[in-house]
């Protein structure tokens, strides 16, 4: 755990002097870069792409739209193939599930690729307390594993961390000296994890897609682990949501053109991969048993309301990328696992009344721009549903996090004209606001993750005077 | 079989219905509403015009493509391997065919022999001009590790098997076992996920090198 310095109640390195200033522009410039480049696949390669992106939508929304038949074709073409399916009502019904294919099978120590569906069930913390081990084999996710973090980008977990904090936490963990170079230290963790992939009894990832004709599931990957991940321990399972059915191959043309476009402005990722299933009889490789676990958990709340169309989402990313929002506060700044405004609508969506509550206070974090409905490759009406859920919060009465603020403090300053200047003075001499002094928890938590602004060194009033008295016109 | 999955297909059937009746989804016997849009990139079929598509794409990417006669493949390796120093390979056995270089690489697919080989020597079924994706189709017997597990990958191609765009890569999956896993390999391994630099090599190989066969 990391060591923080306290001055009385307020965590001094939380509230991010210096620290979260870098991670919060190294979040800024990487999100920047990829709108360009996606802009740059998308816009000047793909002439129609405004058509391909309501196509996608029609068949994704299809698919939903029809969600039961799909979900049972895709069992059945997957039992065919030898793969074993099962089906998970919600997070504990999921952990389970895992732990006890993990159990039954011996397994001591499992290598994992990044599956965003395992975040949301909080399935690492599970297989540790049943006393597997677990390595994240993702170069971004190892380090958000070593650093005891989360992470804060679907596509790109590290966006928030620059090299010279990868190069601390792999000398601080004995995986190299330190060495600030990324190529150095992306060759260290290959070492490191080529041993895990050998070792390893399962492998866990997601899976972008799974083709109901045909039971494939389709993977994508740049760096090649989720490849090693499914392919070299004995016992290989991959868990998804139950919306990410597709019909048939041929629609992956659509979908995976623009899935690679849209989150990082390739033509295609380097590895996308169709598992047909486990090892055959003659097969030098591959996993002996292959395990698909379909995770409800909350999807079907949205299944035939006014959220229905976000079930389309393909987690490619671009939606956080552009917005002005997520720039500025980081994927950490939203408490949740899925950031950005898909997450938005997502975190309290899923999971149940709790997550209700929970991150009802997300649909606020949006200028509802639209800039993500604008980029998004299915065209999810994301600013629409900000707004809906915005909306049903205030109905069923759901305040922020930590309760609704003390606004009795805040009326009395807010009335008495007297009490306002000599605060707002004291606030200006001592250069911190009553938030980040203030004794009350929620406060502080939020400040772990957000910076207020600094106080101006004179007020509006008093600038203006002095410069009626110097003279100036 | 666990007990979620009727509780799943019946919310998912409660949802779907309730949906129906508040005029949120489509009647369940209500056809797709798909149009043809043009999701093909490249429909040449020139077979120049392929070779050069797949050829710039691949070393925009980082990797290289040696255009070759059939006759002289054997050669080609062999003088890419001397010059690399390559040692300890793996190989498919119809890489090795066509190629008839057998020195520097044995067949043996075990994992230990993977993940030691200093290289690759495989043989691709198709390749693809719009990305310049390499496609690998899983028939019985054939190793998934070896496209991934050795860090240099010679990879044997014949031109005739080109294909424009993904869409027909795609089509050809069709007659595939779907029990059969098939890779798509578009370029080597990378990341960027330290400070955005791009770097070769992360997992999976660090360099392609392709060996196209004129052979038509």
């Known amino acids: 755990m990391k060591q923080s310095k306290r001055v009385g109640v307020v965590d001094v390195e939380a509230i991010g002097i210096g620290k979260s200033e870098s991670s919060r522009a190294s979040v800024r410039s990487a999100s920047e870069k990829k709108v360009v480049s996606r802009a740059m696949a998308l816009e000047a390669e793909v002439e129609n792409s405004a058509d391909l992106r309501l196509e996608a939508a029609a068949r994704r929304q299809h698919v939903i739209d029809h969600l039961d038949e799909y979900l049972l074709a895709a069992e059945k073409s997957m039992t065919d193939n030898g793969i074993q399916v099962h089906w998970a009502a919600d997070q504990e019904e999921a952990q389970q599930l895992v732990v006890k294919l993990c159990h039954d099978a011996g397994v001591k120590r499992i290598a994992k690729s990044k599956s965003m569906v395992s975040e949301e069930i909080h399935l690492n913390g599970a297989l540790e307390a049943a006393g597997m081990e677990v390595v994240e084999t993702d170069l971004g996710e190892f380090v958000v594993q070593l650093d005891n973090d989360h992470p804060s980008h679907i596509v790109t977990p590290i966006i928030h961390k620059s090299r010279k904090d990868v190069a601390a936490t792999f000398a601080r963990e004995g995986i190299s000296e330190y060495n600030e170079d990324p190529e150095a230290l992306t060759m260290a963790a290959r070492r490191h994890l080529r041993s895990v992939f050998m070792s390893a009894d399962c492998g866990i990832t997601g899976a972008n897609f799974i083709v109901a004709e045909t039971g494939r599931l389709v993977t994508v990957s740049n760096e090649g682990n989720l490849r090693l991940t499914s392919n070299t321990p004995r016992l290989h399972i991959a868990m998804t949501g139950i919306e990410k059915i597709v019909a048939t191959e041929a629609d992956l043309a659509l979908l995976l053109k623009l899935l690679a476009r849209s989150a990082t402005g390739q033509s295609l990722t380097v590895y996308t991969q169709f598992l047909g299933g486990p090892r055959a009889s003659g097969d030098p490789d591959g996993p002996d048993a292959m395990h698909v676990i379909l995770l409800d958990n909350g999807r079907t709340n949205l299944l035939g309301g006014r959220y229905r169309e976000m079930l389309r989402c393909i987690r490619c990313g671009a939606c956080l990328n552009v917005c002005p929002v997520y720039r500025a506060v980081t994927g950490h700044g939203y408490g949740s696992v899925y950031p950005g405004p898909m997450g938005a609508i997502f975190s309290p969506l899923l999971g149940g009344e709790e997550s209700r509550r929970k991150y009802a206070y997300l649909p606020k974090a949006s200028s509802l721009c639209g800039a993500c409905e604008e980029v998004c490759p299915v065209a999810i009406p994301i600013p629409k549903m900000l707004v809906a859920l915005r909306e049903e919060s205030m109905r069923m009465h759901m305040p922020g996090p930590g309760g609704t603020p003390p606004w009795a403090p805040w009326s009395m300053l807010a009335t008495s004209p007297g009490i306002w200047k000599v605060a707002l003075e004291s606030g200006r001499a001592i250069g911190w606001g009553p938030a980040r002094i203030a004794p009350v928890a929620a406060f502080q938590r939020w400040l772990q993750h957000h910076d207020l602004p600094a106080w101006p060194r004179q007020s509006f009033r008093s600038w203006w005077k002095k410069r009626d008295a110097e003279g100036d016109s | ?216």
């Open chain 2, 1 to 216: 079989m666990s007990k979620g999955r009727d509780a799943i297909l019946a919310s998912i059937r409660g949802a779907l219905d309730a949906g129906r009746a508040a005029g949120w989804a489509p009647p369940a016997s209500q056809p797709p509403d798909f149009h043809d849009v043009e999701t093909r990139y490249l429909d040449d079929h020139d077979p120049e015009a392929l070779r050069v598509r797949f050829q710039d794409r691949l070393v925009k990417l980082g990797d290289s493509v040696r255009r070759i006669r059939v006759a002289d493949v054997q050669e080609e390796v062999e003088a890419f391997s001397r010059e690399r120093g390559l040692q300890s390979g793996v190989a498919e056995a119809a890489a090795i065919e066509l190629t008839g270089t057998s020195a520097r690489r044995s067949l043996a697919n075990d994992k230990t022999t993977m993940f030691a080989a200093d290289h690759a020597l495989v043989l691709a079924d198709y390749g693809v001009a719009e990305t310049g994706t390499l496609v690998f189709v899983h028939a019985p017997g054939r190793s998934r590790l070896i496209t991934i597990a050795p860090p240099l990958q010679l990879v044997v191609l014949r031109a005739s098997t080109l294909l424009p765009d993904l869409v027909d890569a795609l089509a050809i999956m069709r007659d595939v076992d779907p029990a059969n896993s098939v890779a798509w390999i578009t370029g080597s391994s990378r990341t960027a996920d330290i400070d955005g630099i791009l770097i070769r090599g992360a997992h999976g190989p660090k360099e392609l090198a392709i060996f196209m066969i004129e052979d038509a």
